[in-house]
């Protein structure tokens, strides 16, 4: 692809790749080989919930079933993140080569690339990709002249729907379904797309893979934590002047990413976009790391000049709408949840209600169905415990502007 | 949860299946929990509500039913599970692996206080103006959570228009709770698929194709959605109101016909258990609420055993004897006009199929306006025809433009059991106290056969009560044991049957005797029949036929749109589950015993008929004019 780009600087995702690499080299080794390379590496998945990406595809790879499929789930809808447009613009072949990886691993024959419906402009491009590796023989029959190395991919656009980020409703979309979440157990390791075994793995994942295969678990893990190997992509937004994608290893302090991107006067920083966790001042210290602030990447800076209770605000009228509306604590709950807001805006709140509004949103997180509704108070809970003084005294002597 | 076999519903509405182990004694077959510290051994694949429920541990539901595919969205049910972080939603939780449950945890109660004060924010209406009240499932979980103030307030305005398009089934989406019982009993029970969640987040509603009225959409009006609505979201369309008003009126004379399965289910709405058949109180009951004429439905049924036979024999003689190639075989059944309407919808190739017999309902409709109003020397657009059904189809029937062959509409209003529950109780009348009393004439008593129409399986019943009579000439007893045909009875989705005839034939009977010369022509045969209750199993049936596979070759085949036929109609009493319809038929089927006339040609009310009205006998010309109709394709794309 011509608009490819490598001149990104980083050490594991965007250190040097050749195409073909992970798929070459992966033709030669056993399923269980690759396997054992990504237990070492300790990658976890790069989505935001952290699950063990080796636990995944071995779960995937031991279910009983003649039919298995590969989801890259590039539905990157959380708000604030874009790492994995870059990954798919710039860099197609670890992606692409990451899930024929995964395919071989789980013994999926066919994969999708589940791609968010605002994406539809790189469809084309993305598509002139495969071809091209149908042409090098890295993709399609006989991958690397190995007979019996088939794996497939096709590209399913999404229609726009936050929740269809959740891997089961993911799945029910691409089924052709409204997007809804199922209930887990079962989970898609064993009963997935058309209740086959399959392995969703997000975009970041599976580009991680790629390297991984190449360079090995060893020296993925040279990088990041003892906890949180190698590195992760930021999108850094907001209030600084250079926002971007971002590779740093894991265990890279708030105050350390803000210093990079040259953000000043910083009042709060959005760790993992809408559903994620507001952290003020006094909290910059802390590192970004699967053991202490995990996140799927997104990093929303707030200057001196942002009035939280607009911030939240934002982040409530979206859950209102993207909650996918089948389960009551998530439906009703955020419309509560913004409700409060509102309140608090227009001072006409009193505190025993809005803690009763803290104590919903405590239980909209232990009882929604999916991981939407789950973390959907996140930023309601964490931006007035940790701005309290702000939000219930007002900024300029008490008046929110509207 | 069932282990259903089939899965028909999108997959985020289905039960998710862990294969339950035949025989529970292999190792593995069972798991060892706790529940609430208590040691419980439960079969592998059970849910934790399942498990509860065994266990006499009470967890409150919603969107559960015990009819239905799990849906898991109320999160009512929700408890602790050791070692997780969140909590589990219990109806849809297998249990496949050890663990410790706990059901009333202060975590645990907050969250479902905390749903149902959600559920009520957005509840509109006032529970004293409700068609649910007393019956309503969230105004008992209210109960059960001590709810007395709305914490996070109650909606003021009405947000939708009630949709009053149907004759059957009007949805009032104010009262909704979303819990998707309605959905999952449309597209997974019945596989209609009328009814779907459209929009998302708070603007999340139930909604049909386009947001189109019920009237305008492919609803086969069977109100199994009404039966399992847990608030008053749906409901049928009442027309007390207007029979009130008609039996307040001298000038009219207003005859009241009831079918077997209310009779059979009334008395739930008086407090009794399920299984109790009121017949003779409920007669006492309609004239003391002012009825003129209290008459069985199951006089109709035996009339409509008659002309729907006759209609076979003429089928099966024009197939066997003439060769003719135009005639439609097997015959379908056409008294449930649900399964009527879903055939029209979707199957409309096979109309001719459907027997052209009226369903007993509307025959009576068309005798009352025409041989009953001569009899009693009463102008026909004097009397007012109610009919009490378990069904809330029948209202769209009564009102099919084809349906007025007496001149006037056939048959005025379809009143459901709960509706009629609702005018005696407003009559002041405690129906379980009352002394019995008989039907009026001059249609009296009615047969066993007509009796047994209710239960799934009984129209193919009473039918071969009388065809095994007149074709083979001998007792019924003698061929099935007490005159039950237990191949057709039971709850099983989809029954089939062979009968041989062999080579003893009787002679043709006096009553038929104009259309068949004689038996001869069935030696040897073996009449093949099928039956199949709701339509998720008529569908089942209808592919197979379409694949001409076993059942193409049946002769005839009863099919009921509702799950256990009339009994589980949607007019019935609410709640409705398995056990409750097994309770009702067998009520159906002792009152059936207990009667001396079990077979339609025995019912000498209806021989009358034949003597003194319908001279030219079965399927002759007036009762072509009176008894039997016409259907319309109509497909499932409706301008």
């Known amino acids: 692809m011509e608009n490819e780009k490598t001149n990104r600087v980083g050490s594991v995702i965007f250190s040097e790749y050749e195409r073909g ?23 976890k998945g790069r989505g935001g919930a952290g699950f063990p990406t080796s636990t995944k595809w071995m779960l995937t790879a031991a279910a009983k079933s003649d039919e298995k499929y590969v989801i890259c789930n590039a539905d990157e809808g959380e708000p604030g993140t874009f790492k994995d447009r870059v990954l798919l613009l710039e860099y197609p072949k670890l992606v692409f080569e990451g899930m024929v990886v995964a395919g071989k691993t789980i013994g999926a024959k066919v994969g999708f690339l589940y791609l968010r419906g605002e994406y539809e402009y790189m469809l084309k491009s993305l598509h002139d990709y495969l071809s091209e590796m149908k042409q090098d023989q890295l993709l399609g029959k006989s991958i690397c002249g190995k007979e019996g190395f088939d794996f497939d991919i096709q590209i399913r656009l999404g229609s726009g729907a936050y929740i269809c980020g959740e891997e089961t409703a993911l799945i029910e979309s691409l089924e052709g379904q409204r997007g809804e979440a199922r209930n887990r157990p079962p989970f898609p390791v064993s009963t997935g797309y058309k209740n086959k075994p399959t392995t969703v793995n997000n975009v970041e994942t599976l580009a991680a893979v790629s390297q991984i295969v190449t360079k090995g678990g060893e ?53 993992g976009g809408a559903s994620g966790v507001c952290f003020p001042k006094s909290q910059f210290e802390r590192t970004l790391a699967y053991e202490d602030i995990s996140t799927g990447g997104s990093i929303i800076i707030f200057n001196e000049s942002r009035d939280m209770v607009k911030v939240l605000k934002n982040f409530m009228e979206f859950f ?75 900024r300029n002597g008490g008046k929110h502007e509207k | 949860m069932k282990n259903k076999k089939t899965l028909r519903a999108p997959v985020s509405q289905k039960a998710h299946i862990v294969e339950k182990p035949e025989d529970i004694t292999t190792i593995g077959g069972t798991i060892a929990i706790e529940i609430n510290e208590k040691k419980v051994t439960v079969p592998l694949g059970t849910t934790i509500l399942e498990a509860c429920q065994q266990n006499n541990i009470h967890i409150p539901t919603l969107c559960h039913h015990p009819d239905l595919c799990v849906a898991g969205v109320c999160r009512l049910c929700v408890v602790e599970v050791e070692g997780m972080r969140t909590l589990q939603a219990s109806c849809a939780y297998p249990i496949t692996a050890r663990m410790k449950i706990k059901t009333s945890t202060p975590m645990v109660r907050k969250a479902r206080k905390h749903i149902l004060d959600l559920l009520l924010s957005e509840h509109y209406g006032e529970c004293y103006s409700c068609v649910r009240n007393s019956k309503c499932e969230l105004q008992s979980l209210s109960k059960e959570y001590g709810i007395e103030e709305f914490t996070f307030g109650h909606i003021k305005e009405p947000k939708h228009v009630i949709d009053k398009s149907s004759f059957s089934v009007l949805r009032d989406m104010d009262k909704c709770v979303l819990c998707k019982r309605c959905v999952r009993t449309c597209i997974d029970l019945q596989e209609v698929g009328v009814l779907e969640a459209t929009y998302k987040g708070d603007e999340t509603t139930i909604s049909t194709f386009m947001d189109r ?42 005859v009241i016909q009831t079918a077997p399965s209310p009779r059979a289910a009334i008395g739930e709405e008086f407090g009794l258990e399920a299984g109790h ?31 729907e036979g006759t209609e076979l024999i003429i089928r099966l003689f024009k197939a066997l004897v003439n060769q ?61 025809s109610v009919a009490v059904m378990p069904c809330s189809a029948k209202k769209y029937e009564c009102n099919r433009p084809e349906m007025n062959d007496s001149g006037y509409k056939d048959v005025d209003y379809g009143l459901t059991t709960r509706e009629l529950a609702k005018m005696i109780k407003e009559a002041g009348i405690h129906l379980p106290e009352l002394p019995k009393d008989s039907f009026d004439s001059p ?38 044991k007490n005159a039950n045909v237990e191949v057709v009875r039971g709850f099983e989705g989809v029954k089939y049957a062979e009968i041989p005839i062999g080579d003893k034939v009787g002679p043709v009977p006096d009553l038929i005797k104009h259309l068949v010369p004689n038996w001869d022509w069935l030696k040897g045969a073996t009449l093949k029949i099928a039956v199949a209750h709701g339509t998720a199993n008529a569908k089942k049936i209808m592919e197979d036929i379409k694949a001409g596979g076993k059942f193409s070759e049946c002769h005839f085949i009863e099919f009921m749109a509702c799950p256990g036929g009339c009994i589980g109609g949607g007019g019935q009493p609410i709640p409705t589950s398995p056990e409750i319809r097994k309770a009702r038929a067998k009520a159906i089927y ?11 040609h025995e019912n000498k009310h209806v021989l009358r008929i034949y003597e003194e009205f319908l001279k030219d006998g079965p399927c002759g010309h007036l009762s072509h004019e009176l008894l039997h109709t016409h259907y319309t394709k109509r497909g499932k794309y409706i301008a």
Not at chain 1, 21 to 29: G, H, I, N, P, R
Not at chain 2, 357 to 381: E, W
Request: contains cysteine; proline residues 4%; aromatic residues 8%.
């Open chain 1, 21 to 43: 690499e992970a798929v070459k080299k992966a033709a030669e080794m056993s399923r269980e080989d690759i396997l054992g390379e990504i237990k070492i590496s300790s990658l």
């Open chain 2, 324 to 384: 003719d190639p135009s005639v439609s075989l097997p015959q379908f059944t056409s008294c449930s006009p649900g399964w009527v309407k879903y055939l029209e919808h979707f199957y409309p190739e096979y109309i001719d199929n459907l027997s052209s017999a009226k369903s007993p309902q509307q025959m009576f409709g068309t005798l009352f306006k025409t041989y009953y109003a001569k009899q009693k020397g009463i102008d026909p657009k004097d009397i007012v």
């Open chain 2, 213 to 254: 009225p019920l009237a305008g959409v492919i609803c086969i009006n069977c109100g199994q959605c009404i039966n399992r609505c847990p608030t008053g979201a749906l409901r049928a369309n009442d027309p007390s109101d207007a029979i009130w008003n008609s039996i307040d009126d001298p000038k009219k004379h207003v």
């Open chain 2, 443 to 480: 249609f009296g008593d009615a047969s066993g056969a007509g009796l047994i129409f209710g239960a799934t399986g009984g129209v193919m019943e009473a039918a071969i009560r009388t065809v095994v009579e007149f074709v083979l000439g001998v007792k019924v007893e003698d061929v099935f």
């Open chain 1, 219 to 271: 020296w993925y893990k040279t990088y990041g934590t003892n906890k949180s190997s190698g590195s992760k992509l930021f999108s850094v937004s907001g209030d600084c002047k250079k926002p971007g994608v971002y590779e740093l290893p894991w265990g890279t302090k708030i105050s350390e990413l803000l210093k990079l991107v040259e953000a000043e006067k910083t009042k709060a920083v959005q760790v």
């Open chain 2, 277 to 307: 058949s009121m017949t003779g109180q409920l007669n006492t009951a309609l004239k003391r609420i002012g009825f003129d004429g209290v008459f069985d439905t199951n006089f109709t049924a035996d009339l409509t055993i008659i002309e």
């Open chain 2, 590 to 600: 002792s009152e059936d015993e207990s009667l001396d006339v079990r077979k339609s």
């Open chain 1, 320 to 394: 209102v709408e993207e909650s996918c509306g089948q389960c009551t604590p998530c439906r009703i709950g955020n419309v509560k949840l913004l409700e409060g807001v509102e309140m608090i805006e227009d001072k006409t709140f009193t505190f025993n209600y809005i803690n009763k509004l803290k104590e919903l949103g405590k239980t909209m997180q232990v009882s929604s169905k999916c991981g939407l509704g789950q973390s959907s108070p996140n930023s309601f809970l964490s931006i007035l415990e940790n701005f309290s003084e702000e939000i219930f005294n007002g």
